[in-house]
């Protein structure tokens, strides 16, 4: 039976336990998936002792998908260069962990015109976004708060040209945009596309659509949310934690509708 869950704090308001709980169900396959609220020094503890509790995985939101590079479990090589994790799977006698984020992030994105692309963030999702780009996209730029994160940013990428921004960057001439900052400061980012016509990526389902989005969308802009990248992240997830195989298309639509049917319910 798998044993799972989602780690973060908040977590309340995660739609990971009805989006991993309703697969396993149309799956066939007895699971049970719970969310629990968890700060880093408790994950640390907790993580430490987690196989002998019989857990099958986990998957880690903010702020610990930096947490497992603290104890010493395998990590895939693309999260390891990453320095960003949000899934551990049990493997032999440690846990495993990658980066789900990054590969759905390179499949929804994979026919989207990307020669040039802007990141406004430079936190782990916005690290993702960057592994999963890096050598599809020319060139990447990032519009970042903090600029000392771009040291850790340099060093991911391998292939792509990065260049780095303040905040009121221009952001008119490029392909795609990717929005990885906070529900508190999404509302920045208004201003930042109001000229800009290509794909629109905000990465938050809550609230959902975001001004920004829903300002996009509104222009005609190509556009993916935070449910979008959550479903695509929690197919790999369901895959690794029940080792069945299945058509991702029509998961991907059944969860899709079930996670719009629970934000609609939640915003009535």
Do not use: C
Not at 71 to 88: K, W
Not at 197 to 202: A, L, P
Not at 255 to 262: H, S
């Amino acid at each position: 039976m798998i044993k799972a869950a989602v780690l973060g704090s908040p977590i309340v308001h995660s739609l990971s336990p009805l989006l991993h709980r309703t697969a396993y169900q149309l799956l066939g396959v007895e699971a049970e998936y719970s969310a629990l609220d968890m700060q880093p020094d408790v994950a640390r503890t907790f993580l430490a002792t987690a196989l002998e509790s019989g857990w099958t995985g986990f998957s880690l939101t903010m702020p610990l998908k930096e947490t497992i590079f603290d104890l010493n479990f395998e990590v895939d090589p693309l999260a390891s260069r990453m320095r960003s994790a949000n899934t551990l799977v049990k493997h032999d006698a440690t846990f495993k962990a990658s980066s789900t984020d990054a590969s759905a992030f390179a499949r929804l994105l994979e026919r989207t015109k990307k020669d040039r692309v802007a990141i406004i963030g430079g936190g782990g999702t916005a690290r993702a976004a960057l592994g999963a780009l890096d050598s599809s996209a020319t060139s990447i730029d990032f519009l970042l708060r903090t600029p000392s994160r771009s040291q850790t940013l340099g060093d991911i990428a391998e292939k792509s040209r990065l260049d780095f921004f303040d905040m009121s960057h221009d952001l008119t001439s490029y392909d795609l945009v990717i929005s990885t900052v906070p529900s508190g400061a999404s509302v920045r980012v208004l201003g930042l596309i109001e000229k800009f016509r290509g794909t629109f990526f905000e990465v938050l389902y809550n609230p959902s659509p975001t001004q920004a989005l829903q300002y996009a969308k509104d222009r005609g802009n190509s556009t993916f949310d935070g449910l979008d990248l959550l479903v695509e992240q929690a197919l790999d997830q369901i895959s690794l934690f029940s080792g069945v195989e299945f058509d991702y298309a029509s998961m991907r639509a059944e969860l899709l509708e079930v996670g719009r049917a629970e934000i609609a319910r939640r915003n009535a």
